[in-house]
């Protein structure tokens, strides 16, 4: 099946600081890409849907500023967590669709901690 | 909104036994994707159903879709401690494939040796 790769897997910042997020899908292009984030034996929220060469549309409530995200080809997607607090403390995972099927694959995920 | 309910919300099996997974909607499914996960890594795709009454099979994991397509199960048989986990369900919202997903809360299974 198709790969999509996160990266880091772990990340650990000072709180205030920025943290960017890469996800990439290895072997097939992605012109969309899906960014969620996972609280502690919650279920998976979506934040974004990530366009290759357009802004990113964010689901209600969740900060565009904060939250930026860029997908700058059709193999790249980041998400950047600006001036991050510990509430923002979580674990991101980033999903593509490859269109020459159905399946949605995700990457490995994040996971942030914010000190 | 669409939301997608899950049961049971935790399952402890021992090993050998069958067990099933629900996943109903409040809107009809027009894409019903099944993962799973171990706690703090990624997802793992399992399969997806599109058609009313389709019914798929990996291994020992039967996934089926119902006629009207507001339920789905997911069947494992003769489950090993391999099988534990938690098992995810999402949906594609709106009513096409778009690959943008809700998920149900998850199930998380145990399977004692």
């Known amino acids: 099946g198709a790969v999509v790769s996160q990266h880091p897997s772990r990340v650990i910042c000072k709180s205030g600081t920025s943290v960017k997020i890469e996800c990439r899908s290895l072997d097939f292009q992605a012109t969309t890409m899906f960014w969620y984030r996972q609280f502690p034996k919650q279920s998976l929220m979506l934040m974004a849907t990530?366009?290759?060469?357009?802004?990113?549309?964010?689901e209600q409530g969740v900060e565009k500023d904060k939250f930026l995200i860029n997908h700058a080809s059709l193999t790249l997607s980041t998400l950047t967590v600006t001036s991050a607090h510990p509430e923002d403390s979580s674990f991101y995972i980033c999903?593509?669709?490859?269109?020459?099927?159905?399946?949605?694959?995700f990457g490995q995920g994040t996971r942030l901690t914010v000190v | 909104s669409q939301e997608l309910e899950q049961s049971p919300q935790s399952l402890i099996v021992q090993e050998g036994k069958n067990l099933t997974i629900n996943c109903t909607s409040s809107k009809t499914l027009y894409g019903l994707y099944w993962y799973k996960q171990k706690y703090g890594e990624g997802l793992i795709f399992l399969m997806m159903l599109q058609k009313g009454g389709e019914e798929k099979s990996h291994e020992k994991i039967t996934a089926k879709l119902d006629e009207k397509k507001q339920q789905s199960s997911l069947h494992i048989t003769a489950s090993q401690p391999s099988h534990a986990g938690i098992y995810l369900c999402g949906a594609d919202i709106g009513s096409g494939n778009t690959g943008k997903l809700i998920f149900g809360q998850g199930t998380t299974l145990q399977v004692k040796p």
């Open positions: 999903s593509a669709r490859d269109w020459m099927n159905t399946e949605a694959f």
């Open positions: 990530s366009n290759e060469g357009s802004k990113a549309t964010y």
